[in-house]
């Protein structure tokens, strides 16, 4: 397992943009698969995007492809989620997800690797 903390949360107007940092602990991070996941209240908690160890594959929801671009530093232990053109219903908590393995996942249960999230809230 690796640590991981968020940064990066905020109030944005709609249109606005974001961008999430995510930094991980330990020497087996570019070996893990990574995930960004949120959660709005009441709601369960849903899959934004993955991105592989090396970087070469990604994945992303359908509600946020075109507009959100996961990306990673290995040399930093850093993964970002970049976003953009960001809408109300962006709003949630976001967390960052990790797995040992190459491949990409987008179910939350195949993560063993969780951050305390950062809240994102977009304003109308």
């Known amino acids: 397992q690796v640590q991981l903390v968020e940064s990066g949360g905020g109030l944005v107007q709609a249109g606005g943009s974001l961008r999430l940092s995510c930094a991980a602990s330990?020497?087996?991070?570019?070996?893990?698969?990574m995930g960004w996941f949120r959660q709005a209240p009441g709601k369960e908690r849903e899959f934004v995007a993955a991105i592989s160890w090396s970087g070469g594959g990604t994945s992303y929801a359908d509600s946020v492809k075109g507009r959100f671009t996961i990306s990673r530093d290995n040399a930093k232990n850093t993964v970002y989620l970049q976003m953009n053109r960001l809408k109300p219903e962006d709003t949630a908590v976001y967390h960052c997800?990790?797995?040992?393995?190459?491949?990409?996942?987008?179910?939350?249960?195949?993560?063993?690797?969780w951050g305390q999230g950062t809240q994102v809230t977009v304003s109308s």
């Open positions: 330990g020497r087996t991070f570019s070996s893990h698969t």
């Open positions: 997800a990790g797995r040992r393995g190459t491949m990409v996942a987008r179910n939350r249960y195949d993560y063993d690797s």
